[in-house]
């Protein structure tokens, strides 16, 4: 049966640029009413733990106003769990953080955080929040996101984003391919994202087993050009087409 993919779009660096001098705009929360217009499926924050960009404020808010789901990114620490349980997020994806990193390096460790995550998990779970573990494309760390009791996974698609050659871009590309076809037989709903753009989005999304991407520094970056709702709509007919053709040529093997 066919099944178009999902954009979740990441509003973070909206709030970037707003707090790059200390002002009320550009406002996030206008950002996520104009993905939601343009054919976002969801939203996606990442409140970190120096609060650089997405503030505890804004999250609150945009669970007020969204009429799409929210996927909140955030730390495996306490501090994040309160915030998770107050807020009740339809999603929440836990990511590994390093403050002086630029952006997410890669995915989360759930091999050695075993014991944390399945903690974690279950008290998320008992709240009507659907979590998600962000990973890199590994057997091993899906195994383990599997055995914790994670029913979505989101592959880190770093790697093969910022390939510097086609064989390693084809290789990594690969890897995401075999990661998300032992996700699928375990029974899980995989997400990808990181490093997405206009260029490199079509042979992920041509992925027939992913769900959902999660894009947002390529997005926001052509909207400064073109405006939101044109670079969200692109984004999302770029993954669609991509999905289709897939759909075709499984048809036909």
Known sequence: MYADIRLGVNIDHVATVRNARGVAYPDPITAAALAELAGADG??????????????RDVFLLKETLTVPMNLEMALTDEMLKVAEALRPSYVCLVPEKREELTTEGGLDVISNEAKLETAIQHLSSL??????????????????KKVGSPLIEIHTGEYAEANSVKVRSDALDRVIQAVKHADELGLVVNAGHGLNYNNVADIAGILPIYELNIGHSIVSRAVFEGLKTAVFQMKQLMCDARRNAYMLYAKS
Do not use: G, M, W, Y
């Open 43 to 56: 939203i996606t924050v990442h409140l970190r733990e120096d609060r650089r960009h997405i503030k505890d």
């Open 128 to 145: 009507n929040i659907q979590v998600s573990t962000f990973i890199d494309p590994s057997r091993a760390q899906i195994d383990v996101a």
